[in-house]
């Protein structure tokens, strides 16, 4: 008992204070924004009503909503296997909930950047104020400042995918935290893809078995929830957008219906995000061959944003990753060319907030000219990035691997 508090001093460094004390002050200014305004966190709203309609005997996952200050009701979107993930969220109070989800997304950033660079310079310094620094630059980004004013999951499921993908390819359970992450959001089961692409089958199985595993979970737990969501309430796209044209949309299918002034342009849309969809993940399959997993990793997420039929400003969190790769790869090789990119793509994803006025001036259905470049500034950045992968790769050493992901 006398050893307990020298243990505990040994813990308590400031590699692990640091995060905690970022996390909890900025945790501490969302819960007094909220207390003070009764604003934003809307996705978490979603988040904590479906979790009290799930947690009533008689309530219905998918009729409750909750109302933004616009009048739009926000209903709850995801797998009835989320909402008992969110289960917590129905037992404490709407300023508890957005301390805690915040406090723990800001954590999951300072991790994400973390596990970035360890498997982008496994060499480099990791000392945690690295991490901090980088998670400072990265709050002014839109993705990362929208995502925690909305109270988004996104952060969660990027750090899940990015600690599975990048880890040993040969231990048993790789491709388990694919499928979890997909079964609280569909989206990350572009990963299985991926994962079959790049001859990993036994992962892509595992992926999948956990995926169906969160499925069945969910039919036990709800099953006319599940059978209502599975049945169709998925493919739903009015309870995620009304008009895809908004600018927040930050997707092929988004940019289409902003070029054509129209929301009806699924008959272009589907093939094109075929083909990009086809492009995105051999080109994630060539980084995975040259020995550059993680990159392969980025390039498939980037490809699965551009598909998405909505991918919301939030959901391109994944630049956060992308520039810590490119930051670090540019440092070690003294690429200033590279560092002036990673600052230019910075800039535009923190001036991207003006995007918020534009939604609430309401201008954000019409758009001429040079307004159609501002408008769509994600999805050309994620267009260009994967354009740019052949050059880069074809300027690699070749390096023989595995579909196991081993070198010979």
């Not at 500034?377 to 260009?384: D, K, N, Q, S």
Request: glycine fraction near 10%; proline fraction near 5%; charged fraction near 10%.
């Amino acid at each position: 008992m006398t050893r307990a508090p020298g243990r505990l001093r040994s813990r308590l460094t400031p590699a692990t204070v640091a995060p905690v004390a970022l996390a909890a002050l900025i945790a501490a200014a969302a819960f007094a924004v909220h207390r003070a305004t009764g604003q934003f966190w809307w996705d978490l709203a979603a988040y904590r009503t479906g979790a009290l309609a799930a947690a009533s005997a008689d309530g219905n996952l998918y009729d409750a909503a909750v109302r933004g200050t616009d009048g739009i009701a926000l209903g709850f979107t995801y797998p009835p296997f989320a909402a008992l993930l969110f289960q917590p969220l129905a037992y404490v109070g709407p300023d508890l909930a957005i301390a805690v989800w915040t406090f723990a997304s800001v954590l999951a950033l300072v991790a994400v950047i973390q596990v970035t660079r360890r498997s982008a310079a496994p060499t480099a310094d990791r000392r945690t104020v690295a991490a901090l620094v980088g998670t400072a630059v990265a709050m002014p980004i839109f993705a990362v400042s929208g995502h925690l004013q909305a109270g988004q999951v996104g952060l969660f499921l990027m750090l899940i995918v990015l600690v599975d993908l990048t880890g040993d390819p040969t231990r048993r359970w790789y491709g388990l935290g694919v499928g979890l992450a997909a079964g609280l959001k569909l989206t990350p089961l572009i990963f299985v893809l991926f994962l079959l692409a790049t001859g990993r089958l036994r992962a892509a199985a595992t992926a999948v078995a956990g995926f169906l595993a969160t499925v069945a979970l969910g039919f036990a737990w709800r099953p006319a929830d599940s059978a209502r969501f599975w049945g169709g309430t998925l493919l739903d796209s009015s309870r995620v957008t009304g008009d895809p044209r908004t600018i927040l949309n930050q997707s092929l299918h988004g940019a289409l219906a902003r070029l054509a002034d129209s929301a009806g342009v699924s008959t272009v849309w589907l093939p094109l995000a075929a083909l990009v969809a086809a492009a995105g993940i051999a080109l994630a399959a060539w980084c995975v061959r040259s020995g550059e997993p993680l990159l392969g990793v980025l390039a498939c997420a980037a490809t699965g944003l551009l598909v998405s039929p909505v991918s919301w400003h939030h959901h391109w969190v994944w630049a956060v990753p992308a520039l810590v790769l490119l930051v670090e790869r540019s440092r070690s090789t003294g690429n200033r060319t590279g560092l002036a990119v990673a600052a230019s793509v910075w800039l535009v994803l923190v001036a991207s907030t003006s995007w918020v006025l534009v939604g609430i001036q309401g201008w954000d259905l019409h758009f001429r000219g040079w307004g159609l470049v501002y408008s769509n500034l994600y999805v050309l950045i994620g267009l260009a990035g994967l354009g740019y992968l052949p050059f880069h790769l074809r300027r690699r050493p070749p390096d023989v691997i595995t579909p196991t992901g081993r070198r010979p």
